[in-house]
């Protein structure tokens, strides 16, 4: 059956601003929604009140909404436009369906004649309520762990008392396992109990009988109107039961699986989907399996939505799920769609992967003070990354190398962990380092069993894990000079980085690149074509490995499936994983630059490794390398493409890091020079330039010692914000009071960030902070946007509620703003964006600090003024425009209010004040029209409330 043509006009639910539990994958959703509805005709309506996304871009939705997700919004907006049709709320997580079912029981769908697409609210509620869930699934023959719902504190008490522990608390209608706990014993049971019960809306938890040990999997599934369904992925948890999927490492496809599981774990999850309700879209199944030769199999869950595997499934096979899903959803049959990578088969064609995709979470523990780092059924991670390769072994480690935690991948670079007191103990209780302390553990000689007894990891990966161990141990043998060729090609098969391969035999990294290249061991791309090359992929989306090389009719038979054009080339360096001080709003930008360079005539080449974000999508950018951004992958893409130049400068931290080795390669970077870059980074060569303009900035001094940060102390005055420099998010940022405070900061610093230069300022106390992002062509200055954070000075930027424009600045401030903003930007020779930040106090505009570089609030004022700033940035970092040659008209009546949202109720013992390092995960966009608004005063009256040093 072809479109429901009675569809002309859909209103689309997004998620909101970013949290744990509910990441950018939903703006990779949501944006896959709007470009799959607009391509049949269909006028898009978009709420979301995340300014950082690109699902918000005017370029995107017909109509986009940046107001609270309430259904006092949505009435508004259906007031607005009455010839809204239907709601698709599938694409939005948790948030997106939560509201539409408040929607739903306030009637507000059927006052406006508006139908439900994508899901039906039978559905949602038969997975969200837990009891009713365990029922249906008995009654229809599928295995579930022994259950009882509690409503009351006393019902709980005697369930427990019933099954005995361990046991697994779970709060119904809660997000990233909110709430959810395992009890090992009863003297924690009644505090998790209550606050399960907290957790949920309708204070109802399931408590379930642990299923400790057993195996975890993830199918995820498109059904069309007429009962077909596709098995887009199925998704492998290397950790065992107890670990949230989110905090999991995962593997596609299933590695231990054997043939007759995986055939009625299909047949179990169609029949799931059936019997839930009659929808057409995606939908998410989770399962656990008996670690025995039984392979019992329980549901765990599932989710008739797009989920936060949804992403991770659609980058791991090439398969766009949330494209199709849009397509279903207006009516459509699979067999009626076209596969979007092959363009010949149709989407009624379940992918086979001739590869293997690795995904490891992406933490920020040293965030949350004082926070439970153990993984458990709580989701705590903040983003993720996904290695692509041919085998298990390679995938695994260029999904490590991709996590930018300082490791070059598993093991062989002197970091792991040598104490076999705490070896063990990271092995009883699973943190972020997990996936390296396996490593650690084989090479002190713990034995395969014990390790497998303690974390109940399939044998299978800790196999896998041993042969990596066994061949450094052989590599080690041996010098660079002598390292036989079939040894080093094996060690790059199995992922190795050069880095770590020099560790093994001592010698310079370079040493190991010119060795493989001497004896032809070079990387090859291939495609990821969703159909294990059985027909030909039109879709440029690659990967790269290493094969063996035979030589036919003496030519080099290793193919490279990556064919390179002629054409000028750019390439954008994306941001990597999504962290706390560096998320989302990057990815905006960057997708920003690769449409603009496409407008310039330039063929586009994007590289990251984040499966959640839309730079990832395979038809955004003209190529798209699935590569860590780390610079051994990097740089054998520059050799093989030979760009023009690459871009930095708007892939956050990540891409900056990579401009000092791009620049002593001889590689033009694009924009704004390295030398700009770092001498903007170097807090105390930028504070000599300041001095040199005659521009005030705080009284300051550098140190690279505990004793040279004692002696500055002496010149200045305390408080002191101590700052290392070559950071984002104010890591490692401090205000001291006295010198024991000082002395134990930098030593603690130190030993983190080793051999860094820290910048000592006098802190100003209780100045007012602002912002500017401006645009420079290295002659010409035009400020974009200028913020006045309504929390004091020593809250970091990141989670400052900001006005857009300012509301407290007078016109001499204004102008000191002004003038120092134009004053560096040219003084750095600034090509594209730079961030200037500024303390203000007794009417004195005195300078923070300088980023020659997008930001984070960028997006923010884009949005705000309705202006494509970063295609404008982009076009004059390239050269083919100058500053004057735009338009500026900015479109604000009132103000834009950037909000941060924290994720503190994840760790619920953590200190939740605020100081100069960034907490928040996300923002939201709040606009007023004049300073008398209540939510406005609200903010204002408790601006110093969670002030910290």
């Known amino acids: ?309 949804s992403a991770l499934a659609s980058k791991a096979t090439g398969y766009p799920i949330a494209k199709i899903a849009t397509k279903l959803a207006i009516g459509y049959n699979l067999d009626e769609l076209k596969n979007q990578i092959t363009k010949t088969t149709s989407a009624l064609f379940e992918p086979t992967l001739d590869y293997v995709i690795v995904k490891i979470p992406r933490w920020n523990f040293d965030k949350f003070e004082g926070s439970d780092r153990t993984l458990g059924l709580q989701m705590k991670s903040v983003g993720e990354v996904m290695g692509i390769g041919r085998s298990f072994q390679e995938a695994l480690h260029k999904a490590t190398q991709s996590l930018e935690i300082k490791r070059n991948g598993i093991g062989a670079d002197g970091k792991g962990y040598n104490d076999y007191d705490q070896i063990i103990e990271k092995l009883k209780f699973p943190s972020w380092d997990r996936v390296f302390v396996l490593y650690d553990a084989i090479q002190m000689g713990i034995p395969l069993r014990r390790i497998h007894e303690i974390t109940k990891i399939d044998m299978w990966f800790l196999k896998q894990y041993e042969e990596l161990y066994a061949i450094e141990k052989e590599i080690s043998k041996y010098t660079v000079a002598n390292l036989p060729a079939e040894l080093l090609l094996e060690a790059k098969q199995k992922g190795y980085g050069d880095r770590q391969i020099a560790h093994m035999v001592d010698c310079l990294e370079s040493e190991v690149y010119n060795k493989r290249r001497e004896l032809n061991i070079n990387r090859v791309y291939k495609l990821v074509d969703t159909c294990a090359a059985e027909f030909e992929a039109l879709t440029p989306y690659y990967y790269s490995t290493f094969e063996n090389v035979s030589h036919q009719n003496g030519v080099v038979a290793a193919a490279n499936e990556s064919i390179v054009t002629d054409k000028k080339k750019i390439i954008v360096l994306g941001s990597g994983p999504n962290r706390i001080g560096q998320g989302i709003e990057f990815d905006y930008c960057c997708v920003h630059g690769v449409l603009a360079a496409k407008e310039e005539g330039f063929e586009t080449i994007m590289i990251n490794c984040n499966p959640e974000t839309v730079s990832t999508d395979f038809d955004t950018a003209d190529k798209l390398y699935f590569e860590p951004v780390f610079w051994e992958h990097i740089y054998d893409i520059i050799q093989l493409e030979k760009p023009e130049g690459v871009i930095v400068q708007l892939g956050g931290q990540t891409a900056l890091k990579l401009a000092e080795k791009l620049d002593k390669y001889g590689i033009k970077i694009i924009g704004t020079s390295y030398e700009a870059l770092d001498l903007a980074e170097d807090r105390g060569r930028f504070s000599n330039l300041l001095k040199d303009l005659d521009i005030p900035f705080p009284k300051f001094g550098t140190a690279t010692t505990a004793d040279e940060a004692l002696a500055v102390a002496d010149e200045l005055d305390f408080p002191i914000l101590v700052r290392p420099s070559y950071v984002l998010g104010g890591q490692g940022m401090k205000i001291v009071i006295n010198r024991e405070e000082l002395e134990e900061h930098v030593v603690d610093l130190l030993r983190k960030i080793p051999n860094n230069m820290l910048l000592l300022d006098h802190y100003l106390d209780g100045a007012i902070e602002a912002e500017t992002d401006s645009i420079c062509d290295g002659e010409d200055v035009q400020i974009i946007g200028i913020m006045e954070h309504i929390e004091p000075c020593g809250v970091h930027s990141g989670d400052s509620n900001a006005t857009l424009p300012p509301f407290n600045l007078g016109e001499f401030v204004l102008q000191q703003i002004k003038d120092h903003t134009v004053k560096i930007a040219k003084a750095l020779k600034t090509v594209g964006l730079i961030n200037i930040q500024f303390a203000v106090k007794d009417d004195i505009v005195y300078v923070i600090e300088a980023n020659p570089r997008a930001s984070r609030t960028v997006p923010f004022i884009a949005k705000a003024y309705k202006q494509p700033y970063v295609n404008y940035a982009t076009k004059v970092m390239l050269g083919t425009h100058k500053v004057k040659d735009f338009i500026f008209d900015p479109q604000l009546e009132g103000y834009a209010i950037k909000q941060p949202v924290f994720s503190f109720n994840k760790f619920p013992n953590v200190d939740k004040k605020l100081g100069p390092e960034m907490k928040s995960t996300g923002e939201s966009i709040l606009f007023i029209e004049n300073l008398k608004d209540d939510q406005f005063y609200e903010l204002y009256s408790r601006r110093k409330m969670y002030l910290n040093k």
């Open 1 to 309: 059956m072809p479109k429901n043509t009675d569809i002309k006009s859909v209103l689309i639910i997004g998620s909101g601003p970013i949290i744990i539990g509910q990441a950018c994958e939903f703006d990779y959703s949501g944006s896959q929604a709007i470009r799959s509805l607009k391509e049949e005709g269909i006028e898009v309506t978009l709420i979301n009140s995340n300014p950082a996304t690109i699902m918000t871009d005017p370029s995107l939705a017909h109509n986009v909404y940046l107001k609270p997700l309430t259904t006092k919004s949505i009435i508004e907006i259906l007031n607005e436009h009455p010839q809204i049709d239907a709601v698709l709320p599938t694409m939005g997580g948790q948030t997106a369906l939560n509201l539409c079912i408040e929607a739903e029981e306030k009637g507000i769908w059927k006052d406006h004649n508006v139908a439900l697409i994508g899901v039906d609210i039978d559905a949602i509620n038969i997975t969200e309520d837990r009891e009713l869930f365990r029922k249906l699934m008995l009654k229809i023959g599928v295995g579930q762990a022994p259950s009882t719902t509690a409503t009351s504190f006393l019902k709980g008490k005697e369930i427990a008392q019933e099954y005995g522990f361990p046991l697994v608390i779970r709060p119904s209608f809660t997000l990233g396992g909110f709430g959810a706990s395992i009890v090992y014993d009863s003297k924690d049971f009644d505090e998790l109990l209550r606050r399960g019960l907290e957790a949920s809306p309708i204070h109802e938890v399931i408590i379930d009988k642990a299923l400790l040990g057993w195996k975890e999997y993830e199918l995820e599934l498109l059904r069309d109107k007429n009962d077909n369904v596709v098995i887009i992925c199925t998704i492998e948890n290397m950790d065992p039961m107890g670990i949230h999927t989110g905090d999991s490492i995962t593997v596609a496809p299933a590695m231990t699986l054997s043939d007759r599981t995986f055939q009625k774990m299909r047949d179990m999850a169609i029949h799931m989907m059936r019997s839930i309700g009659d929808f057409a879209g995606g939908c998410n199944v989770q399962f656990a399996v008996s670690p025995d030769d039984q392979e019992d199999i329980i549901a765990i869950e599932i989710n008739p939505r797009v989920s936060r595997s």
